[in-house]
């Protein structure tokens, strides 16, 4: 595929993922700002490493790159978070960051409820529940087997449970 056709290609995607992607990274790290720098670099290297792209889901594809690039930012920032595995948490009676505006009401409280989990956890939330992925994709973007995404999606969701409860959050959906 020449240049061209590769950067059409890539501004596509950019055009149907991105917002996807964005809301991914805010609700791994809970940095408007860094989330947005990390959506460009995800199409960047998208774009530089496109040749590794063997088709098949190029949406998978994208967030596992966008994945990646999370994980080493967070390694590289901030190490002692990385160890305690969680995003700066919010508590409801804060006042809501305006990035946190962006986000309905739903998911305002889902953000709370998942900045006080595990990393594991969040990611596998994220992308099976907020991004709809398959279990399969969901596999391919962390790198797990199929049953260790089964497996940690149900702990992932008894404790999320238990957070809205603590939270006076009542879903029906969750």
């Known amino acids: 595929m020449d240049h061209h056709s590769m950067k059409a290609q ?6 149907e993922y991105s917002n996807d992607v964005y809301r991914y990274v805010f609700f791994m790290i809970g940095d408007h700002d860094q989330a947005k720098d990390i959506v460009q ?3 960047l290297r998208a ?8 088709g098949g889901n190029e ?12 994980i080493d930012y967070i390694r590289k920032k901030k190490p ?3 160890y305690f595995d969680s995003v700066p ?5 804060d006042k809501t960051p305006e990035q946190l505006m962006l986000l309905n009401e739903t998911e305002q409280q889902l953000y709370i409820a998942l900045s006080r989990m595990k990393r594991s956890y969040r990611d596998v939330i994220v992308l099976r529940k907020i991004k709809e992925f ?3 994709e969901t596999a391919h973007i962390l790198g797990w087997t199929e049953n260790k995404v089964k497996v940690n999606l149900f702990r992932a969701l008894k404790t999320l449970r238990k957070e809205l409860i603590k939270e ?3 879903h029906e959906t969750i």
């Open 10 to 15: 890539i501004n596509d995607w950019y055009y």
């Open 41 to 43: 670099d995800t199409f």
């Open 80 to 82: 002692i978070a990385y």
């Open 47 to 54: 774009y530089n490493n496109y040749d590794s792209f063997l």
């Open 89 to 93: 948490s919010i508590k409801a009676v």
């Open 168 to 170: 006076g959050y009542c």
């Open 134 to 136: 398959s279990i399969g």
């Open 59 to 70: 949406k998978s594809w994208l967030f596992r790159i966008a994945r990646n690039l999370t």
